[in-house]
């Protein structure tokens, strides 16, 4: 009757549309959608990751060569497809040193480029076990095997050292920042603060150096020691909402202290840890590239990113192969985990549209 009260004369009736509730969770998905970098660095991550879980199927049969198998008739070879080219592609960087950009044999380019064609095509109809798409190293082990293989255990170490720091930082955090200024809170940041002050790399590298861990043993203590800086910026989100009107409500209510961080407090900053945790996967497969560059992560036999970077040292001008195909793997995955780090954090902003 109101709705007819309301109308005009000779003014049909509308029907009512139904408006549909977005969730939070909805929004996110919706901004993350729609964000096209980030879905492409998404779809480059998990190519990356199933390249690396298929490493077995894929070296026996599209590569056809074991990442630990040695052959010193075969060491630091070219790419196979680019034996012909590479001794063009030297000349011409020769005359380049000898006289400078601008006496550069540029016309050397075509034959590198036609070379190198030829070498493609005649690698795509060759069977598995024929050619070295990176190159061989100083073991005549093929780069590109051992550069699959490397994949599972640093995005391993990765995935391990995000998980340990940021249970131990979200743990302390909240228990930090409900107890703030406390004798619990007093205790938790005399830790942070004595491991925040002691220099990392060199407690690392000494610690790799004697106990001379696996994967997993790397993992603990790259874990182990970062977690203070996601704890920190937990605590301070947690002192900011632990007196608001929900906590106090259930705090009335009879409600525990692990229910209240936990159900009530950690929701509120999940989309910061989310955030951070994605960032610090990507922070540890660069930290395990370090120090198995050093020579004190992740050693021989087991391929590894770091240790395939350490083990080109001095080869980037005679056999450039060695640091280029690592080096690739890390970027691509650094850059699309940061990637996706940074599309969530807008995507998780309630503010940004």
Same mark, same amino acid.
């Given at each position: 009757m109101a709705q007819d009260a309301l109308r005009l004369p000779g003014q049909a009736a509308k029907p009512i549309q139904e408006v549909k509730e977005q969730t939070y969770w909805g929004a996110v998905r919706f901004k993350l959608f729609r964000d096209k970098i980030t879905m492409a660095a998404m779809a480059l991550l998990i190519f990356m990751i199933a390249i690396t879980l298929a490493a077995p199927w894929l070296t026996e049969n599209f590569l056809g060569f074991d990442p630990t198998d040695t052959n010193l008739r075969n060491r630091s070879l070219p790419p196979t497809w680019a034996v012909a080219a590479w001794p063009e592609f030297q000349h011409f960087a020769s005359t380049c040193q000898a006289g400078g950009i601008a006496h550069c044999s540029w016309s050397t380019w075509s034959d590198v480029l036609s070379d190198s064609a030829a070498g493609v095509k005649a690698c795509l109809t060759a069977g598995p076990g024929t050619c070295h798409w990176m190159g061989t190293d100083q073991a005549g082990r093929d780069v590109l095997s051992r550069g699959i293989y490397g994949g599972r255990i640093s995005l391993r170490i990765g995935v391990y050292v995000a998980g340990l720091s940021m249970t131990l930082g979200i743990v302390m955090g909240l228990i930090s920042g409900y107890y703030a200024a406390t004798l619990v809170d007093d205790i938790i940041n005399a830790v942070i603060q004595t491991l925040s002050s002691i220099p990392l790399l060199f407690l690392l590298i000494i610690l790799s =150096? %004697? +106990?001379?861990?696996?994967?997993?043993?790397? /993992?603990?203590?790259?874990?182990?020691?970062?977690?203070? *800086? $996601?704890?920190?910026?937990?605590?301070?989100?947690?002192?900011?909402?632990?007196?608001?009107?929900?906590?106090?409500?259930?705090?009335?209510?009879?409600?525990?202290?692990?229910?209240?961080?936990?159900?009530?407090?950690?929701?509120?900053?999940?989309?910061?840890?989310?955030?951070? =945790? %994605? +960032?610090?996967?990507?922070?540890?497969?660069? /930290?395990?590239?370090?120090?198995?560059?050093?020579?004190? *992560? $992740?050693?021989?036999?087991?391929?590894?990113?770091?240790?395939?970077?350490?083990?080109?040292?001095?080869?980037?001008?005679?056999?450039?192969?060695l640091v280029l195909a690592p080096g690739l793997f890390i970027f691509l995955t650094t850059l699309s985990i940061y990637l996706i780090g940074d599309g969530l954090r807008d995507a998780l902003d309630p503010w940004v549209k």
């Open positions: =150096g %004697v +106990f001379q861990p696996g994967p997993e043993g790397l /993992a603990f203590l790259l874990g182990i020691f970062g977690w203070m *800086g $996601i704890s920190r910026l937990i605590r301070g989100q947690i002192f900011s909402i632990r007196e608001r009107d929900y906590i106090i409500a259930s705090r009335a209510t009879g409600a525990s202290i692990w229910r209240i961080m936990f159900r009530h407090m950690l929701p509120n900053v999940s989309s910061i840890a989310i955030v951070i =945790g %994605v +960032f610090n996967i990507a922070g540890a497969i660069i /930290a395990e590239a370090g120090l198995s560059y050093l020579g004190v *992560g $992740i050693g021989p036999p087991l391929p590894s990113w770091g240790n395939m970077m350490q083990g080109s040292l001095g080869n980037f001008t005679d056999a450039p192969w």
